[in-house]
């Protein structure tokens, strides 16, 4: 270690003190920061999607609009809600919080850049008795004084630090999106699923007093002595287990609703949603060819691909220990007696010094801190990869289950329509006489059956969409596919 105190009364540098010290500082700083610079890990990808060969494989860019996604289901009630997820959903609101923090941590680091600058006085009073033997007079001394500090970033230790904050700060950012776009779809799937139970509920509401009628059919034939009570006991029994299906159906349709009650802020008590006539979702329509930029937007892509960056950043900070530190400091002032007047010249003083510093032997820590920096990047570049080729695998599976269940839906369709004509037949048949009830109850449950498997069908369709959407980081419109295009 070295330690320099220039002297106070040296012709030059009494002038201009704070001048020289800043030339040395700016000549120190012209160093270069030590450690690999950034780049992106690589990732193998194809160039399209298996599942539809207009989409193309992109780089993330999660700073680009996403827009209104939930608009493309064409329901009012759910663009309400949709709208207050950013502002009062709790995880959100967590996540807005952890990026202060991150800005925050940024914006104290690059405070690092400038000299640390403050001020300093002191005022004593003492007494001493002469040699001499005669009375002691109290002395005053005061201090007025400025001191400065200064690190010079010659190895580039703070600029790999600011480096790795504003790349933690990035990822932070990230998470935000990905947590507004997590809870905006969470919200869109509990809502498909509470107007689904709504939907089931009317099914079975109708299918309730359809069995109704028909028990009643059933034992006004049994009264009059053409049907046999077996009849009567097998529609109540039809009757009775779906009445049970319809109590359980609520309790599915409440807990959707709870669900839907604490992503927009609220408390499931204050909270409900009116049922609607009809299930009022539209399954919006995937075009055959998308932007490539649009898989850009993925915020969770972004989150680790910046991960990865201040992971590399602290790999220079690590080498930099390799390094010598130098500080620089300065102080300037007035000291002695009396108070008025020490702000005068003759009780001036000034100093300039610098201390530089290393280790010379440290049993290896720093070469360990470097390697254990290097394996932490390796991580986080793995973690990256591990990220873009999950988002791909969603890509597919959602397009994948979209196309299988567009077609679903055609059979689906066609089964509902066959199931209740054959019940209709069935029900006519006996009420001619030519079959027993036993016949109408089978073709009624296959009626029911299809058409709760065709909502199954619709639901399946409409969170797909929107797990497509959250897989993209947004949705998509016809302006945004050709401006990306």
């Known amino acids: 270690m070295t330690d320099m105190n220039l002297d106070r009364k040296s012709p030059t540098l009494t002038r201009r003190p704070w001048l020289a010290l800043g030339a040395g500082a700016l000549a120190l700083a012209a160093g270069c920061a030590v450690g690999p610079d950034y780049k992106r890990p690589e990732v193998k990808m194809a160039s399209t ?114 480096e790795a904050d504003a790349a933690a700060a990035a990822a932070s950012e990230a998470d935000l999106g990905n ?23 009317r099914l079975l509401e109708n299918a309730v007093a359809a069995y109704t009628r028909t028990l009643k059919i059933s034992q006004n034939k049994y009264s009059v002595g053409v049907s046999a009570r077996s009849d009567v006991i097998v529609a109540q029994a039809q009757l009775d287990s779906t009445r049970a299906q319809l109590i359980a159906a609520g309790v599915q349709r409440a807990q959707y609703e709870h669900a839907i009650a604490v992503l927009v802020g609220q408390a499931p008590s204050d909270f409900s949603v009116e049922r609607t006539a009809t299930i009022g979702l539209t399954v919006p329509q995937v075009p055959q060819q998308l932007a490539s930029s649009l898989l850009e937007r993925r915020p969770d892509v972004a989150a680790a691909e910046r991960l990865a960056q201040a992971a590399n950043a602290r790999i220079g900070i690590q080498t930099a220990a390799y390094f010598p530190s130098l500080s620089l400091t300065g102080s300037g002032g007035y000291e002695g007696s009396p108070l008025s007047s020490l702000l ?49 695998q969603q890509v597919e599976d959602n397009l994948a289950g979209l196309r299988i269940l567009n ?79």
């Open 179 to 201: 947590a507004v776009l997590s809870m905006q779809a969470a919200l869109a799937q509990n809502y498909i699923g509470l107007r689904a139970s709504d939907e089931k509920i």
């Open 49 to 162: 999607y298996k599942e539809s060969p207009g989409w193309k494989v992109a780089s993330p860019e999660d700073g680009a609009l996403k827009g209104t996604w939930w608009e493309m289901f064409d329901d009012p009630v759910l663009n309400a809600l949709e709208a207050r997820v950013a502002v009062s959903n709790e995880t959100v609101r967590q996540a807005l919080a952890n990026y202060e923090v991150a800005t925050q941590t940024l914006r104290a680091t690059k405070t690092g850049y400038g000299p640390q600058i403050g001020v300093a006085g002191s005022a004593q009073r003492s007494k001493a008795t002469p040699a001499s033997g005669g009375r002691a007079q109290p002395t005053n001394f005061y201090t007025a004084e400025l001191q400065a500090s200064w690190e010079p970033d010659i190895w580039g230790k703070l600029r790999r630090t600011v």
């Open 344 to 392: 005068t010249t003759p009780f001036r003083f000034w100093t300039l010094g610098a201390q530089a510093s290393d280790a010379l032997l440290d049993w290896g820590q720093r070469h360990d801190l470097v390697l254990s920096a290097k394996a932490s990047y390796e991580a986080s570049a793995a973690n990256y990869r591990e990220t873009v080729l999950t988002a791909l």
């Open 407 to 485: 077609e679903e839906s055609k059979v689906q369709e066609a089964a509902v329509a066959e199931a209740t004509l054959a019940a209709q037949i069935a029900s006519n048949e006996y009420n001619a006489g030519t079959v027993d009830f036993t016949t109408v109850a089978a073709a009624q449950v296959t009626e029911l059956s299809n058409r709760e498997t065709a909502l199954s069908v619709l639901q399946s369709q409409l969170s797909s969409s929107v797990a497509l959407i959250q897989a993209l980081g947004g949705g998509w419109t016809a302006a945004q596919n050709d401006k990306n295009r």
